[in-house]
């Protein structure tokens, strides 16, 4: 038998609703518009609809470094990523145990995340000032990154590795497995969906990063940077086509990450 709903169901769910819209109605809005014909405008109403914003985006720009500022990102990105999924499983493993000054070196990596943002890219920035060094997107901005990925890689694997059942480890010793046998064949792949989200935490935090990078990117900036400074000389649709361009790619690489880790799980239990 049906059950009628309370009316505290209803509220909820158009509060729900409407938050919803709040959180993906500029997104929206900036992808339809980004759809305008040749002489559409920033606002609505449309001026036709065509792809001219988007062609017009790998054209060369009187204002801006798509292509360029793209891939850099996309470089850090990957670096950031790979950094941060491996000192994260190092750091799972070392702390599986105990050792001197292991807590104060975890308060001191949690530290990164309470220090705003613009004052880590601030003192990066000075540092490589007092030593004579030039910031560079590869290299301070990098580190920069680093303090902002690292520890949620941290704590993801903190968690992963709390909550192991060790007699699997243990099962594979008894069978004649070596230590690094038993991390390869047993540890991995059931960590595996874990390690996928460390890598898209890693990717995705350091893809989109402005504050951090601000003032450590030297001369070359990064895609937020490049948008930023878009948003005060572009008078076009093409700044919303590059929105929803960046968009797509970001749900693209999580729905990616997404199919991996369920094709992970799926060999884990087989």
């Known amino acids: ?5 309370p009316l505290g169901f209803y509220v909820l769910s158009v509060v729900f ?24 405008g ?10 001219h914003w988007f062609r017009n985006l790998f054209q060369a720009q009187q204002v801006g470094d798509f292509g360029g ?7 850090l990105g990957l670096g950031v990523m790979a950094c941060t999924l491996v000192f994260s499983l190092l750091a799972g493993f070392a702390y599986r145990r105990r050792f001197a000054g292991g807590q104060a070196l975890f308060y001191l990596t949690l530290a990164s995340l309470i220090i705003p943002s613009i004052l880590v890219s601030l003192g990066i920035g000075l540092m490589y000032d007092r030593l004579g060094w030039e910031p560079n997107w590869f290299s301070s901005a990098f580190g920069a990154h680093l303090t902002w990925t690292l520890p949620f890689g941290l704590l993801i694997m903190f968690a992963v590795f709390n909550r192991f059942d060790r007699s699997y480890e243990m099962a594979a010793r008894d069978l004649g497995a070596s230590p690094w046998q038993t991390v390869r064949l047993i ?3 059931l960590i595996a969906p874990s390690l996928f989200g460390v890598a898209l935490f890693g990717l995705t935090l350091s893809y989109d990063e402005f504050a951090r990078t601000l003032m450590v990117a030297g001369s070359f900036n990064t895609l937020p940077l490049e948008v930023f400074g878009m948003t005060t000389n572009v008078t076009t649709p093409v700044l919303y ?3 929803t361009l960046t968009t797509l790619f970001s749900f693209s690489l999580i729905a990616l990450v997404l199919l991996l880790m369920r094709l992970s799980a799926r060999g884990g239990k087989a």
């Not at 920033?42 to 792809?51: A, C, E, Q």
């Open 1 to 5: 038998m049906k059950t009628s709903r």
């Open 17 to 40: 609703a409407l938050f919803v819209l709040f959180l993906y109605g500029p997104t929206l809005t900036i992808g339809i518009l980004s759809f305008q014909g040749p002489s559409g």
């Open 42 to 51: 920033l606002t609505f109403p449309m001026n036709g609809v065509s792809l």
């Open 69 to 75: 500022s793209f891939s850099r990102s996309i470089l």
């Open 187 to 189: 540890v991995l792949p």
């Open 241 to 243: 086509a590059l929105g």
